[in-house]
């Protein structure tokens, strides 16, 4: 059983928001000027190692201020520029950081990166990016990444009227530099690139991304996490919301918003090719072997999205405790002991209990019959009562009231 904690669906949202729109960090001590993220745009094995400003400008649009306060520069590696005894030809807030291979006593630069230091408000988030989509490849007629489609396969995660667009290859190497003929690369159609215009014949793959109005992105809603009870051993995958209320209880909304499908191993249910019975919010997901030209269905997980108001904290899990093992007659993790040991580290009458083994695997994966596992006693597996003769090794946590951890803080 998995139990995450609440505050961590928040927090992961918020990291994620964060990074993903690339906000800069603000410079220790200072109020009022912050750093933009990295950038390695070169490494030395040509002539030298070239992180100007004018290519950096080009490649990274709206990434860097027009007139950095300060320059900082090391290597891929976090030493200092000056750790590396290379002379340098250039490192300001003009140019940007040059070091050529013909200048070293060794021959080769180190490989370096660089940030700069702006001014606080070119560093205040005035929008946010969406993910990266990549929703066609070149192996067809070309690579065709446009709204139009992108709307329809993703409702809701693009804004109706993009500020920017930005594309690059599915291996991260930007436009630019694939040479490729592009037709289309704005905020109106989205991107195109055709085989067709192409020497070689063939269009890299790309992927887009769009910046969109800053309270677009404001959260309004939040995901579960993935939830896998079935795989398609028998007659199906089936991650039916009946059972995954059951089997996790208060760990989705009565009424989800939207379901997300995909593979144990991250594809898309579309690209699977199954034939799928069900897939919504009101039954959950079914696929059936019988229906599948190949007898068998995928693995399949689900996720579902809910209202921002059910993913805020009401309580909080306690650490993991080990307080024994299984060596003598069992495994003994229980409360009186627990609260014994563990001073003020435990609610006194906690809500719920976990319990896995000591290498993260499910009580029930386990197949070892368990006398107590609830939040009155705490837990208990007698070595007496297995096949095997000895129990797993367990450790339990208990979720408690909000409170409980806020007067901890």
Known sequence: MTSPNMIGWLYVMIVALLVGNEVQARTPGSGSQCWTPWFDRDNPSGTGDYETLKNLYSENPNKICKAPLDIEVQTTAGLSMDSTGDVVAVADTTSGFICRNSD??????????????????????????TPWFDRDNPSGTGDYETLKNLYNENPNKICKAPLDIEVQTTSGLSMDSTGDVVAVADTTSGFICRNSDQNTGMCSD????????????????????????????????????????????????????????????????????????????????????????????????????????????????????????????????????????????????????????????????????????????????????????????????????????????
């Not at 630069?109 to 005035?126: G, H, N």
Request: aromatic share 10%; net charge negative.
């Open 104 to 129: 070293q006593n060794t021959g080769m630069c180190s490989d370096y990166r660089v940030r700069f230091r702006c001014p606080l408000d070119y560093c205040q988030q005035k929008d946010c990016w």
């Open 206 to 409: 790309y992927r887009v991304r769009f910046r969109c109005p800053l309270d677009y992105c404001q959260q309004k809603d939040c995901w579960t996490p993935w939830f896998d009870r079935d795989n398609p051993s028998g007659t199906g995958d089936y991650e039916t919301l009946k059972n995954l209320y059951n089997e996790n209880p208060n760990k989705i909304c009565k009424a989800p918003l939207d379901i997300e499908v995909q593979t144990t191993s991250g594809l898309s249910m579309d690209s699977t090719g199954d034939v799928v019975a069900v897939a919504d919010t009101t039954s959950g997901f079914i696929c059936r072997n019988s229906d599948q030209n190949t007898g068998m269905c995928s693995d399949y997980r689900v996720r579902f999205r809910c209202p921002l108001d059910y993913c805020q904290q009401k309580d909080c899990w306690t650490p993991w405790f080990d307080r024994d093992n299984p060596s003598g007659t069992g495994d003994y993790e229980t409360l009186k002991n627990l609260y014994n040991e563990n001073r003020n580290k435990i609610c006194q009458s906690p809500l719920d209990i976990e319990v896995q083994t000591t290498s993260g695997l499910s009580m029930d994966s386990t197949g070892d019959v368990v006398a107590v596992a609830d939040t009155k006693s705490g837990f208990i597996c007698r070595n007496s009562d297995q096949n095997t003769g000895m129990c797993s090794d367990y450790r339990v946590r208990f979720r408690c009231p909000l409170d409980y951890c806020q007067r901890k803080g």
